[in-house]
């Protein structure tokens, strides 16, 4: 789901939490490859350093700022998930999770 607010575009989506490179690796989710497209079609030239969008986050009742990546091998972008983030919002792997990005 797309909309505007304050000048910003909002996606919703619901994604699964994976990790990359095994215990203490990243965790991470994957922005849907529809979502993707859209983003990259739209919003390319905002793109800074290897293909980071700096975005404003929401999962329950935690907001903040950070970057997504676009992974070429995977064609998505990736929202990394920091540790207190998980912790507070209680997320675990392979876990199915909403979540808000302002872009």
Known sequence: MTSKSNGKIKFE???????HGGQGGWHFVSLPPELSK????????????WGRLKVTVQI??????????????????????KAD??????????QCIKVMVWI
């Open 13 to 19: 989506f619901t994604a699964k939490i994976w990790l």
């Open 85 to 94: 983030i998980r912790k507070k919002e209680k997320l675990e792997l392979e």
């Open 60 to 81: 329950g009742i935690s907001e903040w700022r950070t970057s997504i990546w676009f992974d070429t091998k995977l064609n998505t972008y990736l929202l990394p998930l």
């Open 38 to 49: 859209e983003i990259r079609d739209n919003l390319k030239s905002e793109e800074e350093g």
